[in-house]
């Protein structure tokens, strides 16, 4: 049984920068392509990065250039690194795992995702 942990979530201004970090256990994060989404009040859940152990990244369109994931093999740990941070990134942030075997377009889909994190929140001011 997969388990996911994320931190790193706070209140910061606009144009700041954030790290959340997701700590899997019950497995290891090189066994799965690793995934972040996010929901804002209101809005449907959706994609914001994806990361393959082969070194594949995905991101949404509204975040390339300013966040980043990464992975931490040793410690199965899953970083993403947010930065020039909008008002219109606040969201309850969510830390998943998925089988590497399947496209992109499968994983950015939330009702494909098996493993799921309890979210942490990001909220920036303006």
């Known amino acids: 049984q997969v388990q996911l942990v994320e931190s790193g979530g706070g209140l910061v201004q606009a144009g700041g920068s954030l790290r959340l970090s997701c700590v899997v256990s019950?497995?290891?994060?090189?066994?799965?392509?690793m995934s972040w989404f996010r929901q804002a009040p209101g809005k449907e859940r959706a994609i914001v990065a994806i990361g393959r152990w082969s070194g594949g990244t995905y991101y949404t369109d509204s975040v390339k250039g300013r966040f980043t994931i990464s992975r931490d093999d040793a410690k199965n740990t899953v970083h993403l690194q947010m930065n020039s941070l909008k008002p219109e990134d606040t969201a309850v942030y969510y830390c998943?795992?998925?089988?590497?075997?399947?496209?992109?377009?499968?994983?950015?889909?939330?009702?494909?995702?098996?493993?799921w994190g309890q979210g942490t929140q990001v909220t920036v001011s303006t």
């Open positions: 998943a795992a998925g089988n590497s075997v399947y496209a992109d377009s499968y994983l950015a889909d939330p009702s494909r995702v098996v493993y």
């Open positions: 019950g497995g290891t994060s090189s066994t799965y392509a």
